[in-house]
Protein backbone atom coordinates (compact mmCIF):
# COMPACT_ATOMS: atom_id res chain seq x y z
CA UNK A 1 0.00 0.00 0.00
CA UNK A 2 1.48 3.32 -1.31
CA UNK A 3 0.56 6.37 0.09
CA UNK A 4 2.14 9.96 0.12
CA UNK A 5 1.11 13.45 1.17
CA UNK A 6 2.60 16.57 0.24
CA UNK A 7 1.46 19.86 1.69
CA UNK A 8 0.31 22.35 -0.66
CA UNK A 9 0.14 25.95 2.04
CA UNK A 10 -0.50 26.72 5.67
CA UNK A 11 -2.39 29.71 5.95
CA UNK A 12 -4.75 31.24 8.38
CA UNK A 13 -4.32 28.10 10.79
CA UNK A 14 -5.43 25.87 7.64
CA UNK A 15 -3.69 23.27 6.10
CA UNK A 16 -4.22 22.11 2.17
CA UNK A 17 -1.89 18.76 1.37
CA UNK A 18 -2.49 16.61 -1.59
CA UNK A 19 -2.33 12.74 -0.54
CA UNK A 20 -1.99 10.26 -3.25
CA UNK A 21 -2.75 6.45 -3.11
CA UNK A 22 -0.98 3.92 -5.62
CA UNK A 23 -3.60 1.91 -6.67
CA UNK A 24 -3.59 0.71 -10.58
CA UNK A 25 -6.56 -0.25 -12.66
CA UNK A 26 -7.37 -3.84 -12.94
CA UNK A 27 -4.94 -6.48 -15.14
CA UNK A 28 -6.62 -6.27 -18.31
CA UNK A 29 -8.06 -2.53 -18.23
CA UNK A 30 -7.09 -0.84 -21.59
CA UNK A 31 -4.25 1.20 -22.31
CA UNK A 32 -3.70 4.50 -19.86
CA UNK A 33 -1.90 7.27 -19.00
CA UNK A 34 0.47 5.87 -15.56
CA UNK A 35 -0.98 8.88 -13.96
CA UNK A 36 -4.90 7.22 -13.76
CA UNK A 37 -3.18 4.37 -11.49
CA UNK A 38 -2.93 7.28 -8.88
CA UNK A 39 -6.07 8.41 -6.49
CA UNK A 40 -5.66 11.98 -5.07
CA UNK A 41 -7.48 14.09 -2.96
CA UNK A 42 -7.26 17.23 -1.73
CA UNK A 43 -7.23 17.33 2.32
CA UNK A 44 -8.02 20.74 4.18
CA UNK A 45 -7.86 20.41 8.13
CA UNK A 46 -6.59 22.67 11.02
CA UNK A 47 -3.13 23.19 10.92
CA UNK A 48 -2.87 21.57 14.19
CA UNK A 49 -4.95 18.98 13.60
CA UNK A 50 -3.07 15.24 14.00
CA UNK A 51 -2.01 13.53 11.04
CA UNK A 52 -3.72 10.26 11.86
CA UNK A 53 -7.47 11.16 10.07
CA UNK A 54 -9.36 8.63 11.98
CA UNK A 55 -8.66 10.92 14.93
CA UNK A 56 -10.70 14.35 13.71
CA UNK A 57 -13.97 14.82 14.71
CA UNK A 58 -15.34 14.49 11.54
CA UNK A 59 -14.36 14.03 8.31
CA UNK A 60 -16.42 15.55 4.78
CA UNK A 61 -15.66 13.95 1.64
CA UNK A 62 -16.75 15.47 -1.32
CA UNK A 63 -17.12 14.35 -4.84
CA UNK A 64 -16.51 17.51 -7.67
CA UNK A 65 -19.48 18.25 -9.82
CA UNK A 66 -19.19 17.29 -13.86
CA UNK A 67 -16.06 18.87 -15.66
CA UNK A 68 -14.91 19.81 -11.83
CA UNK A 69 -11.57 18.32 -9.94
CA UNK A 70 -10.33 18.80 -6.83
CA UNK A 71 -9.43 22.85 -6.43
CA UNK A 72 -13.28 23.45 -7.24
CA UNK A 73 -14.45 22.94 -3.97
CA UNK A 74 -11.36 24.02 -2.23
CA UNK A 75 -13.15 27.47 -0.57
CA UNK A 76 -16.60 25.89 0.62
CA UNK A 77 -13.66 23.35 2.27
CA UNK A 78 -11.47 25.55 3.94
CA UNK A 79 -14.80 28.10 5.14
CA UNK A 80 -16.36 25.02 6.96
CA UNK A 81 -13.28 23.90 8.56
CA UNK A 82 -13.11 27.37 10.10
CA UNK A 83 -16.44 27.19 10.93
CA UNK A 84 -16.19 23.70 12.80
CA UNK A 85 -13.12 24.68 14.57
CA UNK A 86 -14.43 28.09 15.90
CA UNK A 87 -17.51 25.63 17.60
CA UNK A 88 -14.68 23.28 18.94
CA UNK A 89 -15.06 20.29 16.37
CA UNK A 90 -11.86 19.34 14.68
CA UNK A 91 -12.99 18.63 11.37
CA UNK A 92 -11.45 17.71 7.89
CA UNK A 93 -12.87 18.16 4.05
CA UNK A 94 -11.39 15.72 1.55
CA UNK A 95 -12.49 16.97 -2.19
CA UNK A 96 -11.47 13.78 -4.25
CA UNK A 97 -10.21 14.07 -7.71
CA UNK A 98 -11.66 11.40 -10.21
CA UNK A 99 -9.01 9.26 -12.38
CA UNK A 100 -9.29 10.98 -15.47
CA UNK A 101 -7.84 14.04 -14.27
CA UNK A 102 -4.65 12.29 -14.69
CA UNK A 103 -4.67 12.46 -18.28
CA UNK A 104 -4.25 16.12 -17.72
CA UNK A 105 -0.60 18.22 -17.94
CA UNK A 106 -0.46 21.26 -16.02
CA UNK A 107 3.31 21.41 -16.07
CA UNK A 108 3.31 24.69 -17.99
CA UNK A 109 0.97 26.22 -15.10
CA UNK A 110 3.35 24.83 -12.68
CA UNK A 111 6.89 25.66 -13.55
CA UNK A 112 4.96 29.44 -14.70
CA UNK A 113 4.18 29.86 -10.83
CA UNK A 114 7.30 28.58 -9.58
CA UNK A 115 9.85 30.96 -12.08
CA UNK A 116 7.34 34.09 -11.63
CA UNK A 117 6.50 34.68 -15.06
CA UNK A 118 3.00 33.55 -16.65
CA UNK A 119 4.88 33.82 -19.88
CA UNK A 120 5.47 30.57 -20.01
CA UNK A 121 2.32 29.12 -19.59
CA UNK A 122 1.41 30.71 -22.95
CA UNK A 123 4.80 29.30 -24.34
CA UNK A 124 4.42 25.48 -23.29
CA UNK A 125 0.66 25.39 -24.49
CA UNK A 126 0.68 27.57 -28.02
CA UNK A 127 4.65 28.46 -28.14
CA UNK A 128 6.18 25.10 -28.94
CA UNK A 129 8.81 26.21 -26.25
CA UNK A 130 10.76 23.66 -23.59
CA UNK A 131 9.19 24.66 -20.67
CA UNK A 132 10.93 22.90 -16.85
CA UNK A 133 12.93 20.66 -19.21
CA UNK A 134 9.26 19.69 -21.28
CA UNK A 135 7.59 20.19 -24.56
CA UNK A 136 3.91 20.06 -24.57
CA UNK A 137 2.93 16.74 -26.12
CA UNK A 138 -0.63 18.73 -27.51
CA UNK A 139 -4.38 17.99 -26.09
CA UNK A 140 -5.75 14.61 -26.22
CA UNK A 141 -8.08 14.01 -29.12
CA UNK A 142 -11.46 12.10 -28.17
CA UNK A 143 -10.39 8.59 -30.15
CA UNK A 144 -6.94 8.36 -27.87
CA UNK A 145 -9.22 8.13 -25.02
CA UNK A 146 -11.15 5.15 -25.57
CA UNK A 147 -10.33 4.11 -21.33
CA UNK A 148 -12.38 6.80 -20.51
CA UNK A 149 -15.67 4.58 -22.07
CA UNK A 150 -14.74 2.54 -18.14
CA UNK A 151 -15.03 5.52 -15.97
CA UNK A 152 -18.24 5.17 -14.72
CA UNK A 153 -20.15 5.64 -11.66
CA UNK A 154 -19.14 2.44 -10.35
CA UNK A 155 -15.31 3.42 -11.46
CA UNK A 156 -16.08 6.33 -8.84
CA UNK A 157 -17.92 4.69 -6.05
CA UNK A 158 -15.34 1.85 -5.67
CA UNK A 159 -12.42 4.35 -5.52
CA UNK A 160 -14.22 6.65 -3.00
CA UNK A 161 -14.59 3.23 -0.72
CA UNK A 162 -11.12 2.88 -1.61
CA UNK A 163 -10.29 6.23 0.02
CA UNK A 164 -12.42 6.10 2.90
CA UNK A 165 -11.26 2.36 3.38
CA UNK A 166 -7.46 3.52 3.06
CA UNK A 167 -8.21 6.20 5.34
CA UNK A 168 -10.09 5.27 8.16
CA UNK A 169 -9.79 1.19 8.02
CA UNK A 170 -12.55 0.99 10.66
CA UNK A 171 -16.04 0.93 9.18
CA UNK A 172 -17.76 1.38 12.07
CA UNK A 173 -15.66 4.61 12.59
CA UNK A 174 -16.51 5.84 9.28
CA UNK A 175 -20.25 5.29 10.00
CA UNK A 176 -19.75 7.90 12.98
CA UNK A 177 -18.14 10.64 11.72
CA UNK A 178 -17.62 10.14 7.70
CA UNK A 179 -20.02 12.79 5.68
CA UNK A 180 -19.92 12.28 2.35
CA UNK A 181 -21.44 14.75 -0.25
CA UNK A 182 -20.97 16.62 -3.24
CA UNK A 183 -21.46 19.17 -6.46
CA UNK A 184 -23.76 18.71 -8.95
CA UNK A 185 -23.21 15.34 -10.51
CA UNK A 186 -20.70 14.71 -7.46
CA UNK A 187 -23.89 14.80 -5.49
CA UNK A 188 -25.38 11.70 -7.58
CA UNK A 189 -22.20 9.54 -6.93
CA UNK A 190 -22.40 10.38 -3.22
CA UNK A 191 -26.13 9.13 -3.11
CA UNK A 192 -25.26 6.41 -5.55
CA UNK A 193 -22.62 5.37 -3.09
CA UNK A 194 -24.71 5.81 -0.07
CA UNK A 195 -27.12 2.64 -1.94
CA UNK A 196 -24.01 0.34 -3.37
CA UNK A 197 -23.69 -3.03 -1.78
CA UNK A 198 -19.72 -3.56 -1.03
CA UNK A 199 -19.41 -6.77 -0.48
CA UNK A 200 -22.63 -7.40 1.73
CA UNK A 201 -22.28 -3.88 3.74
CA UNK A 202 -24.36 -1.14 2.68
CA UNK A 203 -22.62 2.48 1.52
CA UNK A 204 -24.90 4.28 4.43
CA UNK A 205 -24.15 1.64 6.81
CA UNK A 206 -20.38 3.47 6.21
CA UNK A 207 -21.16 7.10 6.49
CA UNK A 208 -22.81 9.49 8.51
CA UNK A 209 -25.05 11.21 6.39
CA UNK A 210 -24.82 12.75 2.64
CA UNK A 211 -24.70 16.41 1.17
CA UNK A 212 -25.66 17.82 -1.56
CA UNK A 213 -24.72 21.25 -3.17
CA UNK A 214 -26.87 22.63 -5.82
CA UNK A 215 -28.01 19.26 -6.35
CA UNK A 216 -29.42 15.58 -5.37
CA UNK A 217 -28.31 13.22 -3.14
CA UNK A 218 -31.30 10.88 -3.49
CA UNK A 219 -31.91 8.78 -6.46
CA UNK A 220 -35.70 8.66 -7.73
CA UNK A 221 -36.24 12.65 -8.01
CA UNK A 222 -38.86 11.63 -10.57
CA UNK A 223 -40.48 9.79 -7.89
CA UNK A 224 -40.88 6.95 -9.75
CA UNK A 225 -41.84 4.53 -7.11
CA UNK A 226 -44.94 6.09 -7.29
CA UNK A 227 -45.81 6.73 -10.88
CA UNK A 228 -45.71 4.19 -12.65
CA UNK A 229 -47.02 5.34 -15.88
CA UNK A 230 -43.87 7.47 -16.18
CA UNK A 231 -41.74 4.62 -15.19
CA UNK A 232 -41.83 2.93 -18.29
CA UNK A 233 -41.35 5.96 -21.03
CA UNK A 234 -38.42 7.43 -18.23
CA UNK A 235 -36.78 3.65 -17.86
CA UNK A 236 -36.36 3.62 -21.51
CA UNK A 237 -34.46 6.26 -21.03
CA UNK A 238 -32.37 5.32 -19.08
CA UNK A 239 -31.79 2.11 -20.90
CA UNK A 240 -30.14 4.09 -23.97
CA UNK A 241 -28.37 6.09 -21.60
CA UNK A 242 -26.84 2.76 -20.35
CA UNK A 243 -26.29 1.59 -24.06
CA UNK A 244 -23.92 3.79 -24.64
CA UNK A 245 -20.56 2.76 -23.71
CA UNK A 246 -21.12 0.29 -25.73
CA UNK A 247 -20.79 2.33 -29.19
CA UNK A 248 -18.19 4.13 -27.24
CA UNK A 249 -16.02 0.95 -27.11
CA UNK A 250 -16.50 0.26 -31.00
CA UNK A 251 -15.76 3.82 -31.48
CA UNK A 252 -19.32 4.97 -32.54
CA UNK A 253 -19.92 7.72 -29.75
CA UNK A 254 -17.36 10.34 -28.11
CA UNK A 255 -15.52 9.27 -24.81
CA UNK A 256 -15.11 12.97 -23.30
CA UNK A 257 -15.51 16.29 -23.43
CA UNK A 258 -12.16 16.18 -25.51
CA UNK A 259 -14.64 16.15 -28.92
CA UNK A 260 -16.13 19.99 -27.69
CA UNK A 261 -14.27 22.00 -30.16
CA UNK A 262 -15.02 25.46 -29.17
CA UNK A 263 -16.41 28.18 -26.05
CA UNK A 264 -16.24 25.86 -23.47
CA UNK A 265 -16.11 22.11 -22.14
CA UNK A 266 -12.93 21.33 -23.34
CA UNK A 267 -9.20 20.85 -22.64
CA UNK A 268 -8.03 23.76 -24.43
CA UNK A 269 -10.36 26.15 -22.92
CA UNK A 270 -9.44 24.83 -19.50
CA UNK A 271 -5.73 24.96 -20.87
CA UNK A 272 -6.21 28.71 -21.76
CA UNK A 273 -8.14 29.58 -18.24
CA UNK A 274 -5.14 28.12 -16.04
CA UNK A 275 -2.44 30.29 -18.04
CA UNK A 276 -4.70 33.50 -17.83
CA UNK A 277 -5.78 32.56 -14.08
CA UNK A 278 -1.32 32.14 -13.32
CA UNK A 279 -0.92 36.08 -14.89
CA UNK A 280 -3.89 37.15 -12.32
CA UNK A 281 -1.81 35.69 -9.69
CA UNK A 282 1.77 36.89 -10.08
CA UNK A 283 0.91 40.29 -12.05
CA UNK A 284 -2.76 41.11 -11.73
CA UNK A 285 -2.84 44.72 -12.26
CA UNK A 286 -0.45 44.59 -15.20
CA UNK A 287 -1.92 45.66 -18.28
CA UNK A 288 -2.21 42.21 -20.06
CA UNK A 289 -1.44 40.75 -23.22
CA UNK A 290 -2.72 37.63 -23.22
CA UNK A 291 -5.56 38.03 -25.97
CA UNK A 292 -2.79 39.09 -27.75
CA UNK A 293 -0.97 35.67 -27.20
CA UNK A 294 -3.95 33.51 -27.84
CA UNK A 295 -4.39 32.09 -31.78
CA UNK A 296 -6.55 34.09 -34.20
CA UNK A 297 -8.82 29.88 -34.50
CA UNK A 298 -10.66 27.25 -33.47
CA UNK A 299 -11.07 27.19 -29.51
CA UNK A 300 -9.15 30.59 -28.39
CA UNK A 301 -11.07 32.72 -30.96
CA UNK A 302 -14.55 31.58 -29.73
CA UNK A 303 -13.52 32.00 -26.32
CA UNK A 304 -12.49 35.61 -27.19
CA UNK A 305 -15.40 36.63 -29.17
CA UNK A 306 -18.40 34.84 -26.98
CA UNK A 307 -17.15 36.85 -23.94
CA UNK A 308 -16.88 40.16 -25.50
CA UNK A 309 -19.44 40.71 -28.61
CA UNK A 310 -22.31 42.86 -28.20
CA UNK A 311 -24.39 41.21 -30.85
CA UNK A 312 -25.07 38.31 -32.90
CA UNK A 313 -24.01 40.37 -35.78
CA UNK A 314 -20.99 41.49 -34.06
CA UNK A 315 -20.12 37.27 -33.13
CA UNK A 316 -20.45 35.89 -36.68
CA UNK A 317 -18.78 38.82 -38.87
CA UNK A 318 -15.99 39.57 -35.84
CA UNK A 319 -16.37 42.93 -37.47
CA UNK A 320 -14.71 44.22 -33.97
CA UNK A 321 -11.47 43.31 -32.63
CA UNK A 322 -11.88 42.63 -28.95
CA UNK A 323 -8.11 41.80 -28.99
CA UNK A 324 -7.11 45.23 -28.81
CA UNK A 325 -8.62 45.58 -25.63
CA UNK A 326 -6.89 47.27 -23.02
CA UNK A 327 -7.13 44.93 -19.54
CA UNK A 328 -5.58 44.07 -16.69
CA UNK A 329 -4.69 40.52 -16.17
CA UNK A 330 -7.57 39.99 -13.65
CA UNK A 331 -9.78 41.85 -15.43
CA UNK A 332 -8.90 39.15 -18.81
CA UNK A 333 -9.87 36.93 -16.18
CA UNK A 334 -12.98 38.07 -15.09
CA UNK A 335 -14.06 38.60 -18.79
CA UNK A 336 -13.44 34.74 -19.56
CA UNK A 337 -14.80 33.73 -15.88
CA UNK A 338 -16.98 36.28 -14.65
CA UNK A 339 -20.73 35.71 -14.59
CA UNK A 340 -21.41 39.12 -16.94
CA UNK A 341 -19.34 38.62 -20.01
CA UNK A 342 -18.16 35.26 -19.78
CA UNK A 343 -18.90 32.73 -23.03
CA UNK A 344 -19.41 29.80 -20.36
CA UNK A 345 -22.71 31.18 -19.42
CA UNK A 346 -24.54 30.38 -16.15
CA UNK A 347 -23.62 26.92 -15.84
CA UNK A 348 -19.19 27.24 -15.48
CA UNK A 349 -19.51 31.29 -14.22
CA UNK A 350 -18.84 32.62 -11.23
CA UNK A 351 -20.35 35.70 -9.86
CA UNK A 352 -17.14 37.31 -8.69
CA UNK A 353 -17.61 40.87 -9.49
CA UNK A 354 -17.33 43.32 -12.33
CA UNK A 355 -15.28 45.38 -14.61
CA UNK A 356 -14.28 49.00 -12.53
CA UNK A 357 -15.21 50.92 -15.52
CA UNK A 358 -18.66 52.45 -16.48
CA UNK A 359 -17.39 52.28 -20.27
CA UNK A 360 -19.71 49.01 -20.66
CA UNK A 361 -22.60 48.35 -22.88
CA UNK A 362 -25.30 45.94 -22.63
CA UNK A 363 -25.26 42.85 -24.83
CA UNK A 364 -27.84 41.34 -26.66
CA UNK A 365 -25.71 38.36 -27.17
CA UNK A 366 -27.15 35.14 -27.04
CA UNK A 367 -29.79 36.79 -25.53
CA UNK A 368 -31.02 40.44 -23.85
CA UNK A 369 -31.18 40.40 -20.48
CA UNK A 370 -34.97 42.23 -21.12
CA UNK A 371 -35.56 39.45 -23.20
CA UNK A 372 -34.96 36.74 -20.84
CA UNK A 373 -37.06 38.33 -18.66
CA UNK A 374 -40.37 37.74 -20.32
CA UNK A 375 -42.47 35.40 -19.34
CA UNK A 376 -41.60 32.77 -22.43
CA UNK A 377 -38.19 32.86 -21.65
CA UNK A 378 -37.18 33.86 -18.30
CA UNK A 379 -36.74 30.07 -17.23
CA UNK A 380 -34.29 29.58 -20.59
CA UNK A 381 -32.26 32.56 -19.54
CA UNK A 382 -31.63 32.07 -16.11
CA UNK A 383 -30.20 28.35 -16.83
CA UNK A 384 -28.37 29.76 -19.70
CA UNK A 385 -27.09 33.04 -18.31
CA UNK A 386 -28.50 32.84 -14.67
CA UNK A 387 -29.83 36.10 -13.05
CA UNK A 388 -27.42 38.70 -13.72
CA UNK A 389 -27.46 41.46 -16.47
CA UNK A 390 -24.03 40.85 -19.02
CA UNK A 391 -22.21 43.28 -21.13
CA UNK A 392 -19.48 44.32 -22.91
CA UNK A 393 -16.65 46.67 -22.92
CA UNK A 394 -16.78 49.31 -25.39
CA UNK A 395 -13.54 51.61 -24.91
CA UNK A 396 -10.14 50.72 -26.76
CA UNK A 397 -8.21 53.21 -25.01
CA UNK A 398 -9.49 52.76 -21.28
CA UNK A 399 -7.39 50.22 -19.28
CA UNK A 400 -10.35 48.13 -18.09
CA UNK A 401 -9.12 46.48 -14.17
CA UNK A 402 -11.30 44.49 -11.82
CA UNK A 403 -13.87 45.49 -8.91
CA UNK A 404 -13.87 42.28 -6.87
CA UNK A 405 -16.91 40.98 -5.11
CA UNK A 406 -16.88 43.02 -1.93
CA UNK A 407 -16.44 46.45 -3.66
CA UNK A 408 -19.79 46.14 -6.02
CA UNK A 409 -22.23 48.30 -5.21
CA UNK A 410 -20.57 51.27 -3.51
CA UNK A 411 -21.19 54.61 -3.88
CA UNK A 412 -18.09 54.53 -5.76
CA UNK A 413 -19.05 51.89 -7.81
CA UNK A 414 -18.89 52.72 -11.60
CA UNK A 415 -22.54 52.85 -13.25
CA UNK A 416 -23.56 49.28 -15.24
CA UNK A 417 -26.23 49.67 -15.49
CA UNK A 418 -29.69 47.94 -18.32
CA UNK A 419 -32.06 49.59 -20.68
CA UNK A 420 -34.79 49.57 -18.15
CA UNK A 421 -32.03 50.81 -15.45
CA UNK A 422 -31.15 47.56 -13.33
CA UNK A 423 -27.55 47.11 -12.14
CA UNK A 424 -25.31 44.48 -13.49
CA UNK A 425 -23.45 44.03 -9.98
CA UNK A 426 -24.41 44.73 -6.55
CA UNK A 427 -23.11 43.85 -3.03
CA UNK A 428 -25.79 40.89 -3.11
CA UNK A 429 -25.42 39.38 -6.50
CA UNK A 430 -21.51 38.80 -6.28
CA UNK A 431 -20.23 36.16 -3.82
CA UNK A 432 -17.28 34.78 -5.26
CA UNK A 433 -13.46 36.31 -5.06
CA UNK A 434 -11.57 36.60 -8.24
CA UNK A 435 -8.30 36.75 -6.00
CA UNK A 436 -9.53 33.69 -4.25
CA UNK A 437 -10.78 32.36 -7.55
CA UNK A 438 -7.35 32.93 -9.71
CA UNK A 439 -5.46 30.79 -6.97
CA UNK A 440 -7.22 27.85 -7.27
CA UNK A 441 -7.42 28.13 -11.20
CA UNK A 442 -4.12 27.96 -11.61
CA UNK A 443 -3.94 25.31 -9.41
CA UNK A 444 -1.26 22.99 -10.50
CA UNK A 445 -2.70 19.00 -10.32
CA UNK A 446 -5.13 19.31 -8.31
CA UNK A 447 -7.01 21.82 -10.05
CA UNK A 448 -10.74 23.49 -10.41
CA UNK A 449 -11.80 21.05 -13.93
CA UNK A 450 -11.57 18.25 -14.89
CA UNK A 451 -10.29 18.35 -18.50
CA UNK A 452 -11.27 15.54 -20.24
CA UNK A 453 -14.70 14.42 -18.29
CA UNK A 454 -15.72 11.04 -19.12
CA UNK A 455 -19.18 11.13 -20.96
CA UNK A 456 -19.79 7.83 -19.07
CA UNK A 457 -19.55 9.55 -15.87
CA UNK A 458 -22.76 11.41 -17.14
CA UNK A 459 -24.45 8.84 -18.45
CA UNK A 460 -24.52 6.29 -15.65
CA UNK A 461 -26.06 9.36 -13.79
CA UNK A 462 -28.83 9.65 -15.70
CA UNK A 463 -29.30 5.97 -15.85
CA UNK A 464 -29.30 5.80 -12.25
CA UNK A 465 -31.64 8.75 -12.05
CA UNK A 466 -34.46 7.39 -14.75
CA UNK A 467 -34.14 3.43 -12.47
CA UNK A 468 -31.88 1.56 -14.20
CA UNK A 469 -30.49 -0.97 -11.64
CA UNK A 470 -28.70 -3.49 -13.99
CA UNK A 471 -25.36 -4.34 -15.44
CA UNK A 472 -22.57 -1.57 -13.80
CA UNK A 473 -25.35 -0.24 -11.60
CA UNK A 474 -26.10 -3.76 -10.45
CA UNK A 475 -25.01 -3.02 -7.26
CA UNK A 476 -27.15 -0.18 -6.32
CA UNK A 477 -29.72 -2.37 -3.88
CA UNK A 478 -30.11 -0.30 -0.62
CA UNK A 479 -31.74 3.00 -1.30
CA UNK A 480 -34.09 3.02 1.25
CA UNK A 481 -31.43 2.65 3.66
CA UNK A 482 -29.51 5.51 1.85
CA UNK A 483 -32.94 7.75 2.27
CA UNK A 484 -33.04 7.34 6.12
CA UNK A 485 -29.68 8.91 6.52
CA UNK A 486 -29.17 12.66 7.86
CA UNK A 487 -28.71 15.07 4.44
CA UNK A 488 -28.83 18.55 3.63
CA UNK A 489 -29.11 20.69 0.29
CA UNK A 490 -27.52 23.98 0.04
CA UNK A 491 -28.98 25.46 -3.57
CA UNK A 492 -28.08 28.58 -5.63
CA UNK A 493 -31.47 30.41 -6.08
CA UNK A 494 -29.69 32.03 -9.28
CA UNK A 495 -28.79 28.82 -10.52
CA UNK A 496 -30.46 26.38 -13.42
CA UNK A 497 -31.84 24.06 -10.78
CA UNK A 498 -34.01 26.78 -9.18
CA UNK A 499 -35.30 26.71 -12.90
CA UNK A 500 -36.27 23.20 -12.01
CA UNK A 501 -37.49 23.52 -8.52
CA UNK A 502 -40.98 23.84 -9.75
CA UNK A 503 -41.23 20.06 -10.67
CA UNK A 504 -40.68 18.93 -7.40
CA UNK A 505 -37.34 16.59 -7.84
CA UNK A 506 -35.95 17.95 -5.01
CA UNK A 507 -36.93 16.73 -1.27
CA UNK A 508 -39.59 18.18 0.72
CA UNK A 509 -37.48 18.86 3.76
CA UNK A 510 -33.95 20.32 4.51
CA UNK A 511 -33.48 21.75 1.47
CA UNK A 512 -31.98 25.87 2.02
CA UNK A 513 -31.71 27.98 -0.98
CA UNK A 514 -29.11 31.33 -1.23
CA UNK A 515 -29.81 34.23 -3.23
CA UNK A 516 -27.33 35.39 -5.62
CA UNK A 517 -25.50 31.90 -5.96
CA UNK A 518 -25.26 30.62 -9.50
CA UNK A 519 -24.46 26.76 -10.05
CA UNK A 520 -20.39 26.83 -9.50
CA UNK A 521 -20.52 30.07 -6.82
CA UNK A 522 -22.27 27.10 -4.01
CA UNK A 523 -18.84 25.41 -4.24
CA UNK A 524 -16.83 28.39 -4.30
CA UNK A 525 -18.31 31.19 -2.07
CA UNK A 526 -15.84 34.10 -0.35
CA UNK A 527 -16.07 34.30 3.33
CA UNK A 528 -16.71 37.32 4.45
CA UNK A 529 -19.57 38.68 2.49
CA UNK A 530 -19.46 41.99 0.68
CA UNK A 531 -21.63 43.14 4.02
CA UNK A 532 -18.89 41.80 6.32
CA UNK A 533 -21.30 38.30 7.23
CA UNK A 534 -19.93 34.72 6.89
CA UNK A 535 -20.00 33.10 4.01
CA UNK A 536 -23.84 31.64 4.33
CA UNK A 537 -23.56 27.61 2.31
CA UNK A 538 -20.31 27.00 4.65
CA UNK A 539 -22.03 28.04 7.54
CA UNK A 540 -25.15 25.86 7.26
CA UNK A 541 -23.04 23.29 6.02
CA UNK A 542 -21.44 23.43 9.61
CA UNK A 543 -24.17 23.81 11.19
CA UNK A 544 -25.92 20.56 9.90
CA UNK A 545 -22.52 19.07 10.61
CA UNK A 546 -22.80 20.68 14.33
CA UNK A 547 -26.24 19.15 14.33
CA UNK A 548 -25.95 15.45 13.88
CA UNK A 549 -22.65 14.58 15.28
CA UNK A 550 -21.98 15.32 18.58
CA UNK A 551 -18.02 15.31 18.77
CA UNK A 552 -15.81 12.97 21.31
CA UNK A 553 -12.55 14.43 22.94
CA UNK A 554 -9.38 13.47 20.61
CA UNK A 555 -7.39 10.39 21.48
CA UNK A 556 -4.54 11.36 23.19
Same mark, same amino acid.
Given at each position: ????????? *????????????????????????????????????????????????????????? /????????????????????????? %? *?????????????????? &????????????? !? !?????? &?????????????????????????????????????????????????????????????????????????????????????????????????????????????????????????? $???????????????????????????? *?????? +???????????????? /??????????? +?? /??? $???????????????????? $??????????????????????????????? +??????????????????????????? %????????????????????????????????? %?????????????????? &????????????????? @???????? @???????????????????????????????????????????? !????? *????????????? +??????????????????????
Amino acid at each position: MTRTEQVLE *VADDIRLSMVTHHLPLPEGFPAHPVDCDDLRHLRIRPAGAPDDPARADVVIVLLPGA /IAGARSLQPLGRNTVRNLLASGISA %E *VWVLDRRANGVEDHSGIE &VALAEGDYHLAFD !Y !YYGGKK &VGGRVFGGFHRDRELGFLSEFGSARTVQDTHEVLCREIPDADLRAQKVFLGGHSLGAIQAGTYAAWDFAGRPGHDQIAGLVALDSITHLDPLRLSERRALSGPVGLLGGGAARVPALMRRGL $APNSTAVLKGGWGNPETFAIVAATAAAA *VLAPEA +ESDILRLLPRRGTPER /IVRGSTTRTWR +EF /ISR $ATDYRALRLTNQAVLGLLGG $AHMSVNKAVLSMSCGTLDSAEVAPRTFPMSF +EAGQTRGLRGLYRATCGTAPRYSPTSF %ETLYRWRDYDRCGTADAPGQFTRTGIPAATAGS %EVVSIVELAKILAGGRLN &VFEDYFPIRQQLDAVAT @LCGRRTGS @LGPLRYENGAARLPFVNLMGQSSFTDVIAGAGVFPDHNVHWFPG !YLHCD *VAAGADPRADGSP +EPIALALADFIRGTVTPAPLAS
